[in-house]
């Protein structure tokens, strides 16, 4: 079997497990990442108790230059360093999954609505690596995944300084680092969630442009995630047709799918995908994200108003 054939039948056999399923695939992310920040957090509250310890047995003119004499952030740094190099490596991996089963998810949909075999690229591990790195917001994703384990550091770092000067027992510190931990961690998924988005799209996009250069009638339509967490915006645009090379209308912007506005606040966290339209023929069936089951084709706002009546 060769290698386009082999990636297809791989991403059906997927498919028959239950998956590819993107809010599947960043739970499991989600739990990877809460590991390797406990890990941190819980190797960073046995070493406070040792600081608190020393501290205490120190005399008042130590206790001022106490950070220094314990060497307190680079023990941190220390710290973090390795649980920060896996929260990088297991990010950009799911993201590069995404975009690939992304790319993948478009001509398996066209085979399956042709009932055809159809001959297609495998996507090259590069093009997802180059996208995946591309500057948002003037910064690649692996400098601000490095930022980010750089703020936790830093952060630590505060809490525990504050704790000492202003003489806080060990409860009070643990439950600030707790605090910064956790922010970190939220960030983390932000990120991952962000970012694998954009990547899908953009893998997506490339699936959708190919197979139309192989004269196949398709068009692209715009899906929002069916639960009041969906911006008023996205809730817009469900159900908006694009031929493939044209833009949606999103929030006053232009974008070639979902995570491409350009703009923050409308790419953060954003859940919506696109599907392809073939023949003009339309979708029968969608999954309601609060109820998780499978029913009949319904636009958002058709959603919202039987919603209500219930």
């Not at 590819?20 to 960043?26: A, F, G, N, R």
């Not at 206790?63 to 360093?81: D, F, P």
């Not at 591990?125 to 830093?154: C, F, W």
């Not at 953009?202 to 190919?210: A, D, F, H, L, R």
Request: with cysteine; glycine share 6%; net charge positive.
């Amino acid at each position: 079997m060769d290698e386009k054939k082999q990636a297809l039948e791989n991403f059906k056999k997927a498919l028959k497990a239950g998956m590819p399923d993107s809010e599947k695939d960043l739970a499991k992310l989600s739990n990877e990442l809460s590991n390797l920040y406990r890990k941190y957090l819980k190797d960073l509250k046995a070493q406070l108790k040792t600081w608190l310890e020393l501290y205490d047995q120190m005399s008042f003119s130590d206790q001022l230059q106490v950070e220094r004499l314990l060497n307190v952030a680079n023990v941190i740094n220390e710290l973090v360093g390795e649980p920060g190099i896996n929260i990088q490596q297991s990010i950009k991996g799911h993201i590069l999954k995404q975009g690939t089963d992304a790319y993948n998810s478009v001509w398996y949909e066209l085979e399956q609505s042709n009932n055809i075999l159809l001959d297609f690229d495998v996507l090259d591990p590069h093009y997802l690596e180059t996208i995946m790195e591309q500057p948002v917001a003037g910064k690649r994703l692996s400098k601000r995944l490095g930022d980010s384990v750089n703020q936790l550091a830093k952060a630590s770092n505060n809490a525990i300084s504050r704790g000492f000067m202003m003489g806080k027992n060990y409860a009070d510190i643990a439950r600030d680092i707790s605090t910064e931990t956790q922010a970190s961690y939220k960030r983390a998924v932000r990120i991952a969630r962000t970012e694998s988005g954009r990547v899908s799209s953009i893998s997506t996009q490339k699936g959708y442009k190919e197979a139309t250069d192989k004269g196949i009638d398709l068009k692209k339509m715009w899906l929002a995630t069916l639960d009041g967490r969906t911006r008023e915006d996205h809730q817009h645009v469900d159900g908006q047709i694009r031929e493939v090379d044209k833009m949606f209308q999103v929030g006053g912007y232009d974008a070639l799918g979902p995570h491409q506005v350009g703009v923050p606040s409308e790419d953060i966290n954003c859940r919506c995908t696109t599907r392809p339209i073939v023949h003009g023929i339309m979708p029968t069936v969608r999954r309601n994200n609060i109820t998780g089951k499978v029913g009949k084709w319904q636009s958002y706002d058709e959603w919202v108003k039987i919603k209500n009546k219930n």
